[in-house]
């Protein structure tokens, strides 16, 4: 059983407790990011908690389909779940075809996803979406009677495990170097993003390394480079002349989450993040 604490610092115990799970070398032997995944959950889940139209969406890809047509929902679409009458009768077993399977399917993190033909993408560890819905009360209920016409991604969350728990000296050097990693995954995702949205000029990222982490927003006009060379795949894109180069996002310091010493800090960085996230929606 957890140790009991009192109702008023309920959430900050769960963190701790969260914390100390993922450092275990009892529970976590191999130190492998995903034991990080319920602390950050925790924390992004309570951050924006309070606003209605602000999502977290845990794994979530990003996907440019080449040559797509677009497609609207109508009235009839996405109908309740509850409403799909299930379908009785043997179970089918269908034999996968060539090119259901993807290489790198199952790696970590930055796995190439490929929901189908012509597209590529990334899967990001979290992303916050800011979601519009209008009611719709003349039509049969949908979803609780709201049809989402839109949604724009807020905050991109990239981490990576943290650093070898024997350490004793450089603990700082290998903390910036899993940082920095997460900061280099999130330049690429950035720019699946943009491509994908040719709308958004910029999108919030954190760059995390276990309960390490730093913020930044990056610019569409900032990373050029990277998206020409992610387009370089399609045979539609047509390169224009002028010679690309990225600038490097304005990083915030690294700070931890749940620091005795650097707690308030980071509660105060994440009010702003989510300050910023709400403007998106007004």
Known sequence: MAPRTDPEPLLPHKARLETSYAFSRTFNPRNL??????LWCQTLFDLVASVPNLIVAPQF????????????ED?????????IEEIEGEEQHNEPEEGDYEDGAGDISFA???PEKKAEGVLIDFAILSLRAVPQPKEKLRYG????????VCLLVELKRFVSRSL???LDVKILAHVQEARSDLVKQAGYLFIKDKTKNSVMVIAAAGPFWSGATIHRDD??????????????????GEKFVDRVPKWNKIIRLDGASSAAA???RLHTVCKKMREVGD
């Open 145 to 152: 009677g709201w049809r989402i016409t839109g949604a724009s």
């Open 223 to 240: 990373i050029k480079l990277t998206m020409h060379v992610l387009s370089a795949n399609d045979p539609s894109y047509q390169p224009p």
């Open 168 to 170: 004793k000296d450089e």
């Open 266 to 268: 980071s509660e105060a």
């Open 112 to 114: 190439s996803t490929v």
């Open 61 to 72: 890809p990003v996907c440019i389909i080449r040559h797509q047509d677009n497609e609207h």
């Open 33 to 38: 990011e995903f034991l990080w995944y319920p």
């Open 75 to 83: 009235a009839n679409d996405g109908d309740d779940p509850e409403e």
